[in-house]
């Protein structure tokens, strides 16, 4: 399903000054452009909305945005991997590990896993193929500064695998605001390519969304940004068959008088887009469980865990 690639500056009649200004508000893929209303785009190129329609309709036409017929899904779906989490009865719930061509969300409390995760799953994805990883690197944006090289080490010798290789796979990024972490996922492309890499992290997603967009007015924009983030995530997925991780804080939802009053930042926005859905807690004596709560073609269902020394581990493990 090779889409075909078109890129802003192939539109006739669009001048540079335009195309910038695309760019810099983060339309730069023209798969946004093309999904967009020319009354949206109108206003946020700053263009008039004859111009605006005239871009999309051009976009729309250069791009393969109709129909595929099944048996091209399922040819694309051969090429699906897995990394596997370092759990088996994680891996066994998630059916072989977490997906390339998905996105992969885990929410949860401040100490759940979620980042402890994202530790095990950037040294897996190195591991041989035969052995649960995709032989590849990883890429890690980390927003929270909570990103542990230490850990990292302890993990891969635990694996037996060389530390000093496996850091060195690993292109890790301190995404300073929203703006940052936007950019860094755009330019994504061709490290992606120059290091072959096959798992991409970013833990959190939300918290820069959450402190730069404060104010009641400023939702709209928020969701609107996220959502194009995601996009974008979700395309490098499938266009380069690697899997992307991301990990989202929870905020308690007031209105709740029964049940886990737990909620995902980011609304529907980002349940919408992650492919997979996963709901981490902690549970008896510091293990931790695992929720599938939201998945295309696995069972919903739970799994239980540890966090070791060395790792995610299952429960029996020492
Ligand atoms: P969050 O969901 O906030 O990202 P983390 O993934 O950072 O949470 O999980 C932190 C927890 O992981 C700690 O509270 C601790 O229980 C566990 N943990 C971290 N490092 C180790 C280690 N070296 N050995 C055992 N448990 C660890
Ligand atoms: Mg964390």
Do not use: W
């Not at 910038?20 to 009354?39: F, R």
């Not at 946020?44 to 111009?51: D, Q, S």
């Amino acid at each position: 399903m090779a889409k075909k690639e078109v890129s802003l500056e192939d539109i006739p009649g669009v001048g540079e000054k335009t195309i910038e200004k695309l760019k810099s508000i983060g339309y730069s893929d023209p798969m946004v452009i093309a999904v967009s209303s020319p009354t949206e785009l109108a206003n946020i190129a700053e263009i008039g909305e004859p111009t605006a329609a005239k871009i999309i309709n051009t976009v729309r036409e250069k791009l393969d945005i109709g129909y595929v017929t099944a048996d091209k899904i399922l040819e694309r779906r051969t090429v699906v991997a897995k990394i596997t989490t370092g759990s088996k009865a994680l891996d066994t719930l998630l059916g072989g590990g977490i997906e390339t061509q998905a996105i992969t969300e885990a929410y949860g409390q401040y100490g759940s896993g979620k980042s402890q995760l994202a530790f095990q799953l950037a040294v897996s994805v190195q591991l041989p193929k035969d052995k649960g990883g995709l032989d590849g690197a990883c890429l890690f944006i980390d927003t929270e500064n909570t990103f542990r090289p230490e850990r990292i080490v302890q993990i891969a010798k635990a694996m037996k695998l060389d530390p000093e290789k496996v850091l060195r796979n690993i292109y890790v990024a301190r995404a300073f605001n929203t703006e940052h972490q936007i950019l860094l996922v755009e330019k994504a492309p061709e490290i992606i390519e120059e290091k072959k890499i096959k798992l991409v992290i970013v833990d959190s997603l939300t918290s820069h969304f959450r402190s730069d967009f404060m104010g009641r007015g400023e939702l709209a924009g928020r969701q609107q940004k996220l959502n194009r983030h995601l996009h974008q995530l979700l395309r490098l997925a499938d266009a380069y068959n690697l899997c992307v991780y991301i990990t989202n804080q929870v905020m308690s939802d007031p209105a709740m008088l029964f049940g886990d009053p737990t909620r995902p930042v980011g609304g529907n926005i980002v349940g919408h887009m992650s492919t997979y859905r996963l709901y981490l807690r902690r549970g008896r004596e510091g293990t931790r469980i695992c929720k599938v709560i939201d998945a295309p073609n696995i069972q919903e269902g739970e799994a239980a865990f540890r966090i070791t020394e060395n790792g995610l581990a299952d429960i029996q493990e020492k």
